[in-house]
């Protein structure tokens, strides 16, 4: 599948900024089952300092905000091409060891009600491909998705004891309870092509598992489904704050207002479809 993106993300600055640093990781890589056909980012109020890839190898930019500027907008645009690997990623690479991802952050550490979810569960946890796919599902009908009912600092707990959330809290405690029975986990956070529509309230989040013998297998609890074509993987993390598309500080900015634009469409052989969407809140928290 050819999936076109269009991703404008817009902070507005209530005073002068006089100095700001912006972290972002919103360009794909050409990897496990997708290429980057093209891809462009632009900006306004910023310029770039440097490029990188991080410790999970996701591509990052580091940009400095132009000091006084009113806002700044990062605006990208480009084509993926995807294939439906059954939600299997494959085998683990990169400089990161399988160990790290069994140790629990601030946002995914086990509570209590964590605990009573895995103890819940009714499947063969020596069959761990069909417990994860049990446990998925435990999530999903435990907690509701209901847009704004948490934030980007909403931990796995905290989402499991409300009944409520989004993508982002069904991947967190996805994460926790699969750690408790130390399974290697990761959050991911990309793009996700909704069936019937373009334009998308903003970036999804979902989780992948590390499954020996099969490598790491992304579950999104809040589709019920592990990710097909329709995806485009950008960043990896063990939580949401080490895949997030925006991180940084902005000093003397007073109040600020941010807004992202989302655009996810299919391009069909021969032809050319892009458009723009709507919706978004601070540090750009996926559902």
Not at 114 to 127: H, K
């Amino acid at each position: 599948m050819l999936l076109t993106v269009t991703h404008t993300t817009r902070y507005t600055f209530a005073e002068s900024v006089y100095h700001g640093l912006q972290r972002l990781r919103l360009k794909p890589k050409s990897t496990h089952g997708q290429e980057v056909l093209d891809w462009s980012m632009d900006l306004t109020g910023a310029k770039p300092e440097a490029h990188y890839d991080d410790q999970h190898f996701n591509h990052t930019d580091l940009v400095s905000i132009e000091p006084g500027a009113p806002e700044v907008v990062v605006t990208c645009q480009g084509t993926v091409r995807t294939i439906d690997n059954n939600g299997i990623t494959g085998m683990h690479s990169g400089h990161m060891p399988l160990w790290c991802f069994l140790r629990p952050t601030p946002l995914t550490r086990a509570g209590n009600r964590v605990r009573q979810l895995v103890a819940s569960v009714d499947a063969d946890r020596e069959n761990t491909l069909a417990f994860l796919h049990a446990l998925s599902k435990a999530i999903g009908e435990q907690i509701e998705y209901v847009p704004g009912t948490t934030d980007s600092t909403t931990t796995a707990e905290q989402a499991l004891t409300a009944g409520q959330g989004v993508c982002q809290d069904h991947a967190h405690v996805f994460l926790s309870a699969g750690r408790l029975l130390d399974i290697p986990m990761r959050y991911v956070g990309g793009y996700l092509k909704m069936d019937g529509q373009i334009d998308q309230e903003a970036g999804h989040g979902w989780a992948e598992a590390h499954v020996p013998g099969l490598g790491w297998i992304g579950f999104d609890i809040s589709n019920a489904i592990c990710p097909d074509e329709r995806y485009i993987r950008v960043a990896t993390g063990c939580d949401y704050s080490e895949a997030a598309p925006v991180t940084g500080i902005a000093m003397g900015a007073g109040e600020t207002r941010l807004d992202v634009h989302l655009s996810v469409d299919e391009k069909l052989v021969g032809t050319q479809q892009q458009s723009s969407g709507s919706g978004g809140q601070q540090q750009a928290q996926g559902g």
